[in-house]
């Protein structure tokens, strides 16, 4: 959890493994775009950064964050990825439709990995109103995209050793 005091996107502590030997599925939803667009740059830069090939990186977007899930089962189904990212934005309105969704999510992206085996990374802000969402995405406490992306690579990385 990002705080005043500390930005999570600070990697610099951290051994980050290789990403080249790879395969990366992103799912992004559409919903938010201003929030969730950067989240997506945060993610696919890092995936750059830590040696991923662009062909091995396949993007698609999602309507909402709720579709997040299907997404990455589709992508899991036809395509041999080492880890997916989900990458949406679910802000706190006046009615109890963002605990659902939120609640929604985290279940069936956890179903989606135990389905497949396979990391399936939340990327998902659940703010309580837009300015959280900015500052998580980019702003003063760091971009979760980028979170995501390490926390792909570590855990695929995590499942590589483990095969071997």
């Not at 992004?28 to 995936?47: C, F, M, Q, R």
């Not at 089962?73 to 802000?91: P, Q, S, T």
Request: with cysteine; aromatic share 8%.
């Amino acid at each position: 959890m990002a705080t005043s005091l500390k930005n999570l996107s600070d990697f610099s502590h951290t051994q980050v493994a290789d990403a080249s030997p790879f395969r990366f599925g992103i799912v992004v939803a559409e919903w938010n775009a201003e929030i969730t667009h950067a989240l997506y740059e945060g993610a696919y830069n890092s995936l750059i950064q830590y040696g991923a090939a662009t062909e091995h990186i396949h993007t698609i977007q999602v309507p909402g964050s709720y579709e997040l899930i299907a997404g990455a089962d589709m992508l899991l189904a036809y395509k041999n990825f080492n880890a997916v990212i989900c990458l949406g934005c679910v802000i706190q309105g006046e009615t109890r439709h963002f605990d659902f969704i939120c609640d929604a999510v985290a279940n069936g992206l956890a179903q989606v990995a135990i389905k497949y085996n396979k990391p399936v990374i939340f990327g998902v802000l659940t703010t309580d109103n837009a300015q959280q969402a900015k500052d998580r995405s980019g702003g003063k406490h760091g971009n979760k995209g980028v979170e995501a992306a390490v926390t792909a690579i570590q855990m695929a990385n995590i499942q590589h050793q483990l095969a071997i």
